[in-house]
C-alpha cells in the first residue's frame, strides 16, 4: 500500500460551529462520504452559548446532529467538541492534540481554513454558490426577525429547536 | 412551617453591573425589599472594568453600592461579586457556588433573565416603562458626551465618581 | 411507556482517566453492555498528559479504547473528552454540558463517585475485589519499573505502547 | 485627623482557608474585633472543594462562619471569597482589586504573610502557641481518622458539618 | 549619584500592539532613544493573531521588529512579550511582574495610557499631529482594500510581510 | 549554502527555570556559545513564584541572569519568558509562538527534554556528572537548612539574592 493509499483512508475532518445544523451542513456531509469512509465532525466554538451568534449549547448541537444524521441513516461519523482556545496560533495543534488521525479539512469559516492552510493541510471548502444559499448568518436572521427559517434545516433539527424554544433562544439575548 | 413560607423567607438576588450604580438600581433595591427581609446583591461582570462598557473596577462599584445605600439607611445587604465565566452554560451552576441560598432573582439583564429561567428559577425585571427612563446605557452615554447624568445617580455616587476621576475613564477609552 | 423505562434507555456514562485503558476497563465496559445498549465512555483530566500520574495524551487514550474496543466487536460506545475544571463543584454541571443525556454513572475514582452522588446520581462503582487486581497505579508501578504488565492490558493497547515508545513516558518523566 | 488615625479605622483583612473554620479562627476574630470596628474575613483558595486539604465549598465555609458568628452575636464583619490566582506575584493586586480599603492584615498561612509584607502591608500573625492548638491540618486529620474533633470548632460548624455529611467529604476523597 | 539621575538611567518601556510595526513606531524609538540609553519594546496583546486587528503573531511581530531595528543600526532594545489579562485593573502589576525595572513609558494606546496613569507612572504620547500619520488602523485598512502601504512600514518590515503572505492574512479574515 | 550550514546558523534555546541561576547554568551558557554565536535563554515555569521549588518571580530570575552573564563580559544571548501552559501537549507549539526561530534545544529537565524530542528536535542534556555537581535541588535544599550555598552560584548571584533577603524567601515558604 502507498502513501496515498493510505492517506485516501484517512478520516475527514469537517468544522463548523453548527449554529444551527441546517442543510448546507447535511450537504456537505453527504458529499464527503461520497469519497471517504468516515467523517469526524469538530463542533467548534464549543464552549459558547446563550449569544446570537451561538445560540445552542455544545450538547444541544450535538443533539441536533445526531437527530438530523439518524434522519438519513448516516452513521459513519463521530462528533468532537473544539473549544476555542486564548491563542489563535495554538488552535490546530490543540485540535490534532483533540483528534488522533485527520486526513482532509472541510470548513467554510475563513479563519479555520487560513490557519490549517499555513500548517500545511489540505482544506476544502463548500462550492461559493452553495455558501450563500446555506448561511447560518441568514439562517439566525430569519429566525431572529420571524421570517420562514424550517425548509432550511432538517426536518428533525426544526422539530428540536422547537422543542427547547429555540427561536427564543435567539431573540431574547440579541 | 410549609415549604413556602420557607422559600419566601430566602433573601433574593438581585444581579446588575452596576456600572454605574443609579436610581433605578435604587429604585429596585427599595421594591425588593418591601416583600422581603434581605437582598443579595451580585456584582455581575466583576473582573471588567477600564471599558466604554465596564468602566468601573468591582471594588469601585462596590463602594458605591455601600456609600448609596448608607445615604438611603439600607442595611439589609450583602454584596457578592460575580465574574463571567467562560461559558454561558455553567453561570448558573457558578453563580450557586458562589451564593449558598437564595430565592427569586430581580435583573433587567436579558441574558441573566434567561439563563436562570432555563435553570427553573423564579426571575423578575423591573417594569418596562421604568427601564427606558434607567438605562446604564444612556446614562453611559450622557457622561461620555458631556450632558447631564448627575440627577440619574444617587448623590452619593455622583461625588464618589466626580472624586475618582471617573468621567474621564469613559472618555478616555471609548 | 412509564418514566424508569424511559430511564433504563439513557446510555451509561463510564468515567475514568484510562492512564492506560486496562483489563479492568474492558471488564467494566462489558459488563455495563449486559444491561444498557449504549455506554458514552468519559475520558476524564483529558488536558493532562506526560506525568507519571497521566503519561498519555487524550487522543493517545482515544486510540486505545478505539483498539481494544475495536479487537471485541464492541461498537455501540462513543467517546467523550472530559478536562479537569478548576472548581470542583462546576465540574458535574460541566459534564452535564458536554453529555446530552445519561442515566446512571460507573467510576471507581472516588471524586467522581461523590461528586456525581452529591448532584443525586446513581453512581455504580467496580465490585472491591476486581478493584486491586484491575489498578491503574499498580500498573503503571509495574511499568516503570520493568516488571511485567502487559498481560493486564488487552493486546491491541500492549502494542499501542510499543508503538509509541510509551514505556519510556513513564520512566523518562518521574 | 492625623493620618495614623485615619489608618487605624480601616477595617482588618483575616484570610485564611476555614477548612473548616475551628475555634483559633474565632478567638482571632474575637481579638481583632476588640481592637478595631470592624473585620473583613476573606475566604482564601475560594475555588476549591472536595479534595482532602480543602474539603468544602466557599459557599459552605459562608454558611460555617455566618453560623458560627451568629452564636456570638458577631455582627460587625463581612465575607469576601478570594480564588488563588495563577500568579502568586499578582495575588495582592488581586486582593487589593476586590477588598475596597483595609488595614492591617491577619493570617497564619506562610506565604500569605510572605505575599503581604514583601507589597509594605502590615501583617500580624497568631500568637505561635495558639497556633499548635487551633490547626486545621491537626483538625482534618482528627476528622479522617474518626477521632474526637467536635470540641474544637465552634457547635454551630459542627453541627452544620454533620447535617452535610461533612466527614465522608474527608474520608472520601483521601 | 541622587535619586532622580538614577531614575533617569532606568530603560523607557514602549508599549504597542505593533500590527504591524509602522514607521510611526520607529519614529518613536529613535526619539525615546535621543533621551535615554535603553528602550524595552513591550509587544502587547502578544497572544492574539489572525484576527483584522491583531493579524500578527507575537513571534512575527517580534521579527518585524528586530529586522527594522536591524536595518537602523538600533541594537540597545530588547522585546519583552505582553499577553492580555482578564481584569484591566491587574494588568499593570502583570507587566511590572514581567518587566524587571523601567522608568517613563511611552504608548498611544489610550487604555494603556489610562492604565499606567492611575498607578502613578509618567506616560508620554506621541505628538497629536504624528498621531494621524502614523495610524496601525489606517494601514491596516489600506493593505486590507489593495491600495498603497508600503511606504509607511520600514523597508524590512515590507519584505517580511510579502514573504509571510501577510496581506492575505488580513483579507482572508475580515 | 546548504541546509546544514543554514541551521548551525539558528541560536540555541536553553531551557531553564534558573531558581535561581547556578555555576552550573553558566558553565552551560559558555558551552553552547562555543559553538554558537547566539543562545536564547528560555524561562521556564515564568508564571510561578514563592513557592519552595520556584522561588523567585520571572523578573527577579531574569535580573540574576542579567548581572550574572554582565559579570562574565557574555552579550550574545536574549532572554524569553516561558509560562507553564495547562496542556502539555501543547507545550512545544506555544514555545514556537514564543520564539521566533532556534535550532538545537539545551535542557536538563527530562519532562522538556522528552516533549521536544517527542516534536522531532535535536535536544541536548548536561554531562551527566556534571549534573549531580550542580543540581537546583539540592542547592536550595542547601539554602533553606542554612548550609553553605553562595560558592555553588555566580558571586552577582549571590549578591542580588543577598540584597532581595532571598533566603527567607524559600525558608519562610516551605
Redesign the interface.
Known sequence: MNEKEGSARLPALFVGRFQPFHNGHLFMVRKILEDLDRVIIGIGSA?????PRNPY????R??MIERALEGENIRSY????IEDV?????WV??V?????RFGVIFSND??T???FREKGYEVRELPLERREEYSGTELRRRMSSGEDWEHLVPDAVADYISELYGI??IV??S
Open positions: 464552549q459558547h452559548s446563550h449569544t449549547t455544545s450538547s444541544e450535538q443533539s463521530e462528533i468532537v467538541l486564548g491563542e489563535h496560533s495554538l495543534p490543540y490534532e492534540s483533540l483528534v488522533p475563513p479563519l481554513v487560513r490557519l427564543e433562544r431574547g439575548v
